[in-house]
């Protein structure tokens, strides 16, 4: 990779930001209101909900690296990563909103149309939002360039979850006229729109300045070389493990997004169902995400007064703090909860940023430890164990829902609430310590980073 040490321009960060927006469309309503659509208002069981998330979130993750072997081996007029923020951004919506629909069908045929319907929406975001997370590594090399470019792109994908939870709420209303299952696909049909857009716009100001050094198979066989490349991806994929750094940041994020996929599934339920005011959800999310946005914004800042892993383990400790206190809040204090859940998510989103530039610095690490850059397949592994974590809280939601006796659109016994307490805090607190155990082999500080680049420049 080359040396590329100029500056990005506003308008390059604005356009790769566009991109999470994107992203962060579907992520953030599959997170926050995929388990109670499916069930309170498509049918399934809580149980079933959750096995549904579990397995088709893991088979997608599957996909990740395959993507990012494919990604780093493209070649076009267009880049590496970029053709494919072209070519995918309206099949992405259309896939949306059909997730989103409840056919007439019988028990068994609504379960069968949920898992084909949310494994090609999973799997379109796979191949769209691996080829996007690589595109900002060969756009930058300077790790705080990197990490200014991650703060505008999770900027920006937050201010798609700012406009997700306040305004689902109020699409669905307005579009079902008190029938969600007519409100949830209109709704996508406009969010789905937003996020093609979105997407061919960070196409549109993005530019990529590097080209990943993989070499490409010159058999003419098609055959051949389609097995050719499938070794060679499974190979990289398995060098990734070779990565010490890469692994720790992986490990990380995979419990990191245990908390999310958990926090985020039943956060409709604490509000409905512990809190006792459904009303209050559209509040109590967009809050919640405004305090998202101001920590993706603050990070930038932050990183000039604390280095990286320092401002990473402040914040773990925030997160611990601020979701034990869930456990002493009654239902009436709406006021704290609003203002803890705030908290929270502040201090929650200064690590996210961070998580991702520290997966461009193992790249680096990578590259001089293994001989080989593998930019795409490194980030397709990282999304790998986001999505393996996101599955897991997903599924943990639903089945923790099931075994303590959650019954949808009724009045919750006490065995159901603590449940819902526990899913919405208790598992949040004990991935956090966990994550706090493991950042502490972390090593590669900014002056490690810049001393790996120049390396590889002189190499």
């Not at 909860?337 to 530039?357: L, W």
């Amino acid at each position: 990779m080359q040396n590329e040490q100029k500056k990005l321009t506003i308008k390059e960060k604005l356009g790769y930001g566009l991109g999470d927006t994107a992203s962060n469309i579907v992520f953030q309503m599959v997170a926050n209101f995929m388990l109670i659509f499916y069930t309170d208002v498509y049918g399934l069981s809580a149980a079933a909900a959750g096995t549904l998330l579990l397995a088709v979130r893991l088979f997608d993750g599957f996909t990740d690296p395959i993507m990012g072997g494919i990604a780093d081996r493209t070649r076009s007029r267009w880049g590496s990563y970029r053709p494919y923020l072209l070519f995918l951004a309206v099949p992405y919506a259309v896939f949306a909103v059909l997730a989103f629909i409840t056919p007439d069908f019988d028990s068994t045929g609504k379960l069968i149309y949920a898992y084909i319907t949310y494994g090609l929406l999973m799997t379109c975001y796979t191949a769209i939002n691996i080829p996007y997370g690589a595109l900002g590594a060969v756009m930058a090399t300077d790790p705080k360039e990197r990490t200014s470019l991650q703060s505008y792109r999770f900027a920006m994908a937050m201010a798609a979850l700012v406009v997700i939870v306040w305004a689902i709420p109020k699409l669905v209303k307005f579009f079902g006229e008190g029938n969600d299952q007519i409100g949830y696909p209109l709704a996508m049909v406009f969010m789905g729109t937003l996020a093609a857009i979105c997407f061919l716009l960070c196409f549109k100001y993005t530019k990529e300045k590097s080209v990943p050094k993989i070499e490409l198979s010159t058999d003419s066989s098609i055959k051949q070389r389609k097995r050719g490349i499938s070794k060679a991806i499974f190979t990289d994929f398995l060098m990734l493990f070779k990565n010490d750094q890469w692994v720790i940041i992986a490990l990380i994020s995979l419990i990191t997004l245990i908390l999310i996929g958990i926090r985020a599934s039943v956060a409709p339920h604490y509000i409905k169902y512990y809190v006792g005011d459904e009303s209050l959800l559209s509040s109590f999310l967009t809050l919640s995400a405004i305090g998202a946005v101001l920590g993706a914004v603050s990070t930038n800042f932050l990183t000039k007064f604390f280095e990286k892993k320092t401002l990473f383990q402040i914040a773990l400790l925030v997160v611990v703090v601020s979701h034990s206190l869930f456990y002493f809040l009654g239902a009436d204090q709406i006021v704290t909860i609003f203002i803890v859940y705030f908290i929270a998510n502040f201090a929650h989103m200064i690590i996210t940023p961070i998580m991702f530039s520290m997966v461009a610095d193992t790249v680096d690490y990578g590259t001089k430890k293994l001989g080989k850059t593998l930019t795409a397949i490194t980030f397709s592994g990282h999304l790998l164990a986001i999505k393996f974590g996101f599955a897991i809280g997903g599924a943990l939601a639903g089945w923790i829902l099931a075994f303590t006796s959650y019954e949808p659109n009724v009045t919750q016994s006490a065995e159901s609430l603590s449940g819902i307490l526990f899913a919405f805090a208790g598992v949040p607190v004990i991935c956090t310590l966990l994550c706090i155990v493991v950042i502490w082999k972390y090593k590669l500080t900014e002056p490690e980073v810049r001393k790996i680049q120049s390396s590889l420049v002189k190499s």
